[in-house]
């Protein structure tokens, strides 16, 4: 499967980005999903994810009740919904894909197999 992250762009502290993570090659119902953000000099850090069916997510405290992570398979797509920003959440933002993966393994970056391009966000204060 190949991943295409976008969505990214420069918006203000308070304001709002949509990221998506289009699939093809293979169907994204297939495979749970996650995104992830790395700034320069630190490893990438696991931000959410959703399980295959949808049913099931996963977020790091710091973007609980801010971020959203959703699907919709029909579309193969994923989407990351990120409401009030903060200049801390600059980073580039990566999705990616696992067959076998559930439960809190999904917060690992080595637990994913299909990696798409960074997408920017760069939230100014």
């Known amino acids: 499967v190949q991943l295409q992250a976008s969505g990214g762009g420069l918006v203000q502290a308070g304001d709002s980005l949509r990221l998506s993570c289009a699939a093809s090659?293979?169907?994204?119902?297939?495979?749970?999903v996650g995104w992830f953000r790395q700034t320069p000099g630190k490893e990438r850090e696991f931000v959410a994810a959703i399980s295959r069916g949808g049913s099931t997510t996963y977020y790091t405290d710091s973007v609980k009740g801010r971020f959203t992570i959703s699907r919709d398979n029909a579309k193969n797509t994923v989407y990351l919904q990120m409401n009030s920003l903060k200049p801390e959440d600059t980073a580039v933002y990566y999705c990616?894909?696992?067959?076998?993966?559930?439960?809190?393994?999904?917060?690992?970056?080595?637990?994913?197999?299909?990696w798409g391009q960074g997408t920017q966000v760069t939230v100014s204060s």
């Open positions: 090659g293979r169907a994204l119902n297939s495979f749970a």
């Open positions: 990616a894909a696992v067959e076998l993966g559930w439960g809190d393994s999904l917060r690992s970056r080595g637990k994913y197999d299909y």
